[in-house]
């Protein structure tokens, strides 16, 4: 049997950047381009050397680790030691998947024709069959992904978040709601809710209280504006509607940034605090609601930051 080793590469490089690509995709992984083809090249000349017999450590399972390791963290440079586990865990499940699905169709397409040689399946089948097999990989993963986050446990609804305005900062837990799509109308920027109280740390009460009055109808004296004027500056007001409340009015501040707290802490600039006076929670377990795009980061890039490391 003639293999050609160009036909090997494309068909490794391939198959890696298929799986490099899904994982990144179940992560919600921001993803550059090069960095996943200069992996899944890696990955390629690696089994080259390997079918070539240049490495006799091929079969070796701490050098596969190792290659794992560094494919996974050129692919999507994590700055956290648990965020490269985590990547490096999905980075696996989606290998799985993906080579059960293409040796399962290879084998029903031509198994006679197909050999083992150094760890690697190799033969004469045409390069679609590979690529057919990383497509059905790709979709099964994602769809039992989707189905497992579709079970999120309710200690996943919550985060912590760090509001800063005026450089006075404030941590405390949000939860995460799939009705919170409040946006500034005119802006179109994201809006957190959060309770009053909790703003008295790093808002004046006096301020807060004006606000108040303001809202219902009251002209702000504008001596108290003019020594006010960078929260004034920061005024919005937020329509909304809710359950018994059809035509609602939030007061909003822009915030400097808010700090979410995940794997990687992702600072956001452009984002709007809404000033909720009743407590969200009867029992007290949040005091703001973050909407799912925020959380997702599935706005426009340049609200979101990556600040670790």
């Known amino acids: 049997m003639t293999v050609y080793l160009d036909v090997v590469l494309l ?8 799986i490099l690509f899904a994982t990144a995709y179940i992560l919600k992984i921001k993803i550059k381009h090069w960095r996943l083809l200069l992996s899944a090249l890696i990955g390629g000349l690696y089994a080259i050397l390997g079918y070539m017999q240049i490495l006799e450590i091929y079969s070796n399972t701490i050098l596969k680790l190792i290659l794992s390791i560094m494919m996974v963290y050129i692919a999507y440079n994590a700055k956290r030691m648990k965020l490269l586990l985590k990547q490096l865990l999905i980075f696996y499940l989606t290998s799985f998947v993906f080579g059960g699905c293409a040796f399962a169709l290879l084998y029903f397409v031509k198994p006679q024709e197909i050999l083992m040689k150094n760890g690697m399946y190799i033969g004469t089948y045409p390069l679609k069959i590979a690529l ?9 993963t994602v769809i039992a992904f989707k189905v497992v986050k579709n079970r999120i446990s309710k200690k996943d609804m919550f985060c912590e978040i760090c509001i800063e305005i005026e450089k006075e900062k ?3 837990r949000a939860m995460i709601d799939t009705g919170n799509m409040l946006k500034d ?8 809710v959060v309770e009053k109280e909790i703003l008295e740390d790093i808002i004046p ?8 009055k303001w809202m219902g ?6 001596e108290f504006r003019k020594e006010n004027i960078e929260y ?17 009015m939030l007061i909003g501040l822009k915030a400097d940034k808010v700090l979410l707290e995940k794997e990687e802490e992702e600072e956001i600039k452009n984002i709007i605090i809404g000033i909720y006076d009743k407590p969200l929670s009867k029992k ?12 997702e980061g599935s706005r426009k890039d340049e609200y979101i930051t990556n600040v670790s490391g």
């Open 284 to 295: 007290g377990n949040y005091h703001a609601l973050i909407g799912l795009d925020i959380w």
């Open 185 to 192: 109308p005119i802006t179109g920027v994201p809006v957190v």
């Open 11 to 18: 068909e490794n490089l391939c198959m890696n950047y298929i």
């Open 217 to 222: 109808g009251e002209q702000i004296d504008e």
């Open 205 to 212: 009460r006096g301020v807060l209280e004006h606000l108040e």
């Open 170 to 172: 404030v941590k405390t």
């Open 132 to 140: 057919l097999g990383g497509i059905v990989g790709f979709t099964i």
């Open 232 to 248: 004034m500056s920061k005024l919005r007001v937020i329509p909304f509607s809710s359950l018994g409340k059809q035509n609602g």
